[in-house]
Nanobody, 123 residues
């Protein structure tokens, strides 16, 4: 009932910037926390940053001061502005959202993931 669609990944040189976007669609009553995770082959998916519906943010230590997460509640969209990118930021980035949605069994809180977008930072 809920889909997350990401955009904005790509190839950039070290020191450059990228902005990721993720929009939720479907049957949505409200969205609680939205966030970005990343994963490299052979490693667990890790939190990059998340943001509550009220705008409180949380960042991984490795991206503090370089990445900024924001959201537009009216558009059900979360953004990740990534500056001063490093080769170590290379990964597949996944959008995540905790969404109040509805099924035949009633209203419930679901945890949803986007399909992932590749970010590659060259040295």
């Amino acid at each position: 009932q809920v889909q997350l669609v990401e955009s904005g990944g790509g190839l950039v040189q070290a020191g450059g910037s990228l902005k990721l976007s993720c929009t939720a669609s479907g049957i949505i009553f409200s969205i609680n926390t939205m966030g970005w995770y990343r994963q490299v082959p052979g490693k667990q998916r890790e939190l990059v940053a998340d943001i509550t519906s009220g705008g409180n943010t949380n960042y991984a230590d490795s991206v503090k001061g370089r990445f900024t997460i924001s959201r537009d509640n009216a558009k059900n969209t979360v953004y990740l502005q990534m500056n001063s990118l490093k080769p170590g930021d290379t990964a597949v980035y996944y959008c995540n959202a905790h969404v109040q949605t509805y099924a035949t069994s009633g209203r419930y809180l679901g945890n949803y993931w986007g399909q992932g977008t590749q970010v590659t930072v060259s040295s």
